[in-house]
């Protein structure tokens, strides 16, 4: 079933089934919009408020192992801190792999949970590199996490 709540900043729609994410979007806020009363929800909201959050599940068959690999390290960025495409790169071994890494969180689809927005590019703050649909959500999530985007 599809879900979504609404934070002044953003909103997000999300699929769960029997207490598993199974796909999460996250767009600009939606004006008007009535909050589903889905305990997913408040999760959500608590980390638009800057709270700590245990993340529920997700459902890892959604992944591909290439993804499973990248994600395994991205899951692991403080919030607050950022990470280049090359770091990830490095981290899994491959060092010219930086545009497959980008293309795989491109396709991230657990975005908040698997927190793609804190990898950025090698010319951070000048370009943040990509953010699927929109860079200005990438801009939103890292500013709400405290991250400077000054140069």
Known sequence: MRWSCTHP???IFFEEK?????HIEVCLPLLHH??????FCQIFLDYLEGKDVLWPPYNP?????FQKKVFAHVV???RGEVRTYK????LIGNPQASRAVARALATNPFPLVIP????VSHTFPHHLGGYTPDPLLKKILLAKEGVSLCE
Do not use: E, M
């Not at 068959?61 to 192992?65: V, W």
């Not at 793609?116 to 990898?119: G, M």
């Open 116 to 119: 793609c927005h804190r990898v």
């Open 34 to 39: 009535t909050n589903d009363t889905h305990p």
């Open 9 to 11: 900043s953003l909103t």
């Open 76 to 78: 692991r960025i403080p």
């Open 61 to 65: 068959d959604k992944l591909t192992p």
């Open 18 to 22: 029997d207490g598993i994410l199974q």
């Open 87 to 90: 770091q990830i790169a490095l």
